[in-house]
């Protein structure tokens, strides 16, 4: 055994996924490879404390969407992990079960850069900020100025811990996708053909 071997590295990537589309994948592909990760995780939130008053799909139909996105890409995955949990999702609790299930890598926890960018509000978060790596997928153009300036000040510690990078493709959002679902209008080419072929069988986003 090698001790000067770096440490390997595990990919995380959270979200609601309602739907998960060509954006999410991009990111995580991209990550994949930018930053050396042995495979990605995706983990669907169970019950999202920042999506409350929002009707979000169910769990169990987010999972699916997910499962037959990534099922052709040996390096993803996806868990049920926050799905089987009772209560609120949050990001420090994940990672420590993660923690527990991976104690020899070092995590990457990929996100959006909006979500980035509100990270300081999140539960924990000195504890969140010190369980995991960050990386932010941002759209071109994202300013993380302000972002930054702050994890200075109050974080400064972690500042090695944080990571931005370009995806162009992130100009797709789950949003437009369920909005253009409700108004009949298509939404081939911009998720999977198998997540598009879910959301009919399955009649979501069109009440």
Do not use: C
Request: aromatic share 12%; charged share 30%; hydrophobic share 40%.
């Amino acid at each position: 055994m090698n001790i000067n071997a770096p440490p390997k590295r595990i990919g995380i990537m959270g979200g609601t996924f309602d739907p998960l589309h060509y954006g999410h994948l991009v990111a995580a592909e991209m990550a994949r490879h930018e930053f050396a990760l042995e495979k990605v995780i995706f983990i669907p939130t169970g019950n999202p404390p920042h999506k409350v008053g929002r009707r979000v799909t169910s769990p169990g139909d987010r999972y699916e969407m997910v499962k037959r996105a990534v099922r052709d890409n040996r390096f993803f995955e996806v868990s049920d992990l926050e799905i089987l949990r009772e209560g609120y999702s949050y990001t420090v609790d994940t990672l420590k079960d993660m923690h527990e299930l991976y104690p020899q890598h070092e995590l990457y926890f990929i996100t959006g850069a909006d979500a980035f960018r509100e990270i300081f509000t999140w539960r924990e978060v000195q504890s969140v900020l010190s369980l995991s790596h960050f990386i932010g997928a941002s759209r071109p153009g994202f300013d993380p100025h302000e972002f930054l300036e702050e994890l200075k000040r109050d974080y400064p510690e972690f500042l090695p811990h944080m990571h931005l990078f370009d995806v162009p493709a992130l100009a797709i959002s789950s949003t437009d996708i369920r909005s253009r679902v409700k108004e009949g209008k298509p939404i081939r080419y911009l998720l999977p053909e198998s997540v598009r072929l879910y959301i009919e069988e399955a009649d979501l986003y069109r009440a």
